[in-house]
């Protein structure tokens, strides 16, 4: 997971650059007319934000009064998300990412804007920049259209959530009914908060990612072990295994606090049984 920065691109830049693209005068007047009306949705967004109150976001009062129902989605979907006159907007949302990452995962490459709020129904925010999340097509594909409520607790949001930036993913060594090592994540907070690590899980969950970062880490188990058997690594002891795995996760990382690949790391090289099996010491 990782933090960005909010946009800096305001509410009326996306919102008239988008009207402005509809072909039509009297096309256009619905939308210029009912300008206030989604400008105090998006503030009503900006509040939630705030103070992390997307829990407290009903679809109800998102709609726009004197729009139909599905002005707004037709609003992003063909003119925002099209227009060559939009295009610029569009790719400074996308490329809010360092290195082009996804934000939710941390992993997968940016393809793609997401909804935070689902445009189904939350119409009013459906072009409001800190709406707008960039994210690879998996998380996007996996988050469909939840919402946040009392019941569902909202994932966390790259451009508000401090908590991405604190400690909470954690992984452990676990043997599978083979005695194969698997790598099994888990969410963990110091002290324990009871309603961060229900939405920390709502994240994980949501986004499958307990499932996605173990098949990745399946893969870093498999890299590790063939380079032991290899003649790079067939000098290496215990100490040396430890800080190889250590300066691994560092560097793969790249300095996320709540990255698979440090958490994976990480639990290779305190696991009192991983090491010393693949290295022959018992």
């Not at 997307?54 to 599905?70: G, I, K, M």
């Not at 691994?248 to 709540?258: C, D, K, P, R, T």
Request: glycine share 6%.
């Amino acid at each position: 997971m990782i933090k960005l920065e909010s946009p800096t691109i305001a509410f009326e830049s996306a919102y008239e650059e988008s009207v402005a693209t509809i072909k039509g005068a009297a096309q256009r007047v619905p939308y210029q007319a009912a300008s206030d009306e989604v400008r105090i949705l998006c503030n009503t967004f900006d509040r939630l934000a705030v103070r992390n109150g997307f829990a407290d976001a009903l679809s109800s009062d998102f709609t726009v009064p004197t729009l139909r129902h599905r002005a707004m989605i037709e609003l992003y979907d063909g003119q925002f998300s099209r227009s060559k006159r939009t295009k610029a907007l569009r790719d400074s949302l996308r490329n809010a990412s360092p290195q082009g990452k996804c934000p939710y995962c941390g992993e997968g490459s940016v393809q793609e804007l997401d909804h935070y709020l689902p445009k189904s129904k939350y119409a009013g925010t459906t072009v409001h920049p800190p709406n707008l999340v960039p994210s690879c097509r998996d998380c996007n594909v996996e988050k469909q259209n939840y919402s946040p409520s009392a019941r569902q607790p909202p994932v966390l949001h790259p451009y508000f959530d401090r908590t991405i930036e604190d400690r909470w993913l954690h992984a452990v060594l676990v043997r599978d009914l083979s005695a194969f090592p698997i790598v099994r994540f888990e969410v963990r907070t110091d002290p324990v908060n009871h309603p961060l690590i229900q939405r920390l899980e709502a994240h994980m969950n949501v986004f499958s990612l307990y499932r996605r970062f173990g098949v990745w880490a399946a893969s870093t188990l498999n890299d590790f072990e063939r380079l032991l058997a290899s003649p790079l690594g067939s000098g290496l002891d215990l100490a040396g295994a430890r800080r190889h795995l250590q300066l691994s996760g560092a560097q793969q990382s790249g300095g996320h606090a709540n990255s698979w690949e440090q958490a994976t790391y990480q639990a290779m090289a305190h696991s009192d049984w991983y090491l010393p099996d693949h290295l022959g010491l018992r």
